[in-house]
């Protein structure tokens, strides 16, 4: 099977910027190994979209908001996000819910509506450090998988990947082991199992996302349970980045 790639730009990359990173990604792509989704800011969506037609590369965006239209000034709607050529679309960062304390409550209006307008979900979900110290990873996993996915029917989980992000190994120099991921992976499907079935808990796909970098991701990525991997700032660069996901075995 193959792997599910995902690379997050985060707010990074104008619209020139982005013409010569989907440029360089669309003529060297190259694997047959993974399936390659990438996420740029919002701006950047229409360009990639363009660049992008005709390639097996997928397009998504980073976050999409949880009302359906009207009067919600700077917010971007899933039937935007769907018009302008995202397949998918990242909830539940670590970023969006410390910078701006995104509830799991929102989270799952979120997925609701991504749903709703055939858009799948990258649900991202991690402990911190404190509740790693504190023996509560499960704990924190349950409560927020139990959040996000109320409400869902077992078939939607066709269209919603889980990320685990342990908050822990974002930015600090700590890297999750093979062992952890393992562990999380296990966890993650045993919630999955508990509150859907078995099969959904089998089929449901599981990625890696915690400071990917070359010499990380390899082994992470094809831990037991981890169907792929989630990249942040080793995405940015289009050429160490296709040496990467080009390099998949």
Not at 55 to 69: F, H, M, R, Y
Request: charged content about 25%; glycine content about 8%.
């Amino acid at each position: 099977m193959k792997k599910l790639i995902i690379a997050n730009l985060k707010m990074n990359q104008n619209a020139t910027e982005a013409k010569l990173y989907f440029t360089k990604l669309v003529a060297g792509f190259t694997s047959q190994k993974c399936d390659l989704v990438v996420c740029p800011s919002y701006v950047a969506l229409p360009i990639a979209n363009y660049l992008t037609v005709g390639s097996p590369i997928k397009l998504g965006a980073q976050n999409v908001s949880d009302e359906e239209n009207g009067a919600h000034t700077g917010e971007i709607s899933a039937s935007m996000l769907k018009d302008i050529g995202a397949e998918y679309v990242i909830v539940g960062h670590s970023e969006r819910r410390t910078k701006f304390k995104e509830s799991d409550k929102l989270i799952n209006k979120k997925i609701k509506f991504a749903l709703k307008y055939r858009l799948k979900c990258v649900l991202c979900i991690g402990e911190s450090l404190a509740d790693r110290n504190s023996g509560k990873t499960y704990e924190i996993l349950k409560k927020q998988l139990d959040e996000d996915l109320r409400g869902l029917y077992e078939n939607e989980l066709e269209s919603v990947v889980i990320a685990y992000e342990p908050v822990w190994a974002i930015g600090t120099g700590n890297n999750a082991s093979v062992k952890d991921v393992e562990l999380a992976a296990r966890q993650i499907r045993k919630v999955v199992y508990e509150n859907f079935s078995e099969k959904a808990s089998r089929d449901i796909q599981v990625v890696y996302g915690g400071s990917l970098n070359e010499k990380i991701y390899a082994a992470l990525i094809s831990a037991s349970g981890i169907d792929g991997g989630l990249f942040g700032g080793s995405s940015l660069s289009a050429n160490s980045f296709l040496n990467m996901i080009n390099s998949l075995k």
